[in-house]
């Protein structure tokens, strides 16, 4: 049998939902932003982050990926106003 049957594959890493970069062992940045700077400004900084993904989506060759960021950034805008319903 070939050896490549045998070699575990990689999953290919999420780039949206759960980069590496921004986790620090089970911290989240987004998660530790909230603990420093409150609610109130990680709103701003989520609808902030919505914007820029979608003003440079065009020009980095990752349409879809930016895009999909933006989308996440606004979900997150989303679940956080939800938590004060």
Not at 61 to 76: F, I, P
Request: include cysteine.
């Amino acid at each position: 049998m070939p050896k490549e049957m045998f070699v575990a594959r990689e999953e290919p890493k999420d780039m949206v939902n759960s980069p590496e970069h921004y986790q620090a062992g089970d911290l989240s940045c987004i998660d530790v932003m909230l603990k420093l700077f409150g609610k109130t400004m990680v709103l701003a900084f989520c609808l902030l982050n919505s914007f820029k993904y979608i003003f440079r989506c065009f020009k980095k060759g990752k349409t879809k990926e930016d895009l999909a960021k933006s989308r996440w950034y606004m979900d997150k805008y989303l679940e956080l106003l939800e938590d004060e319903e």
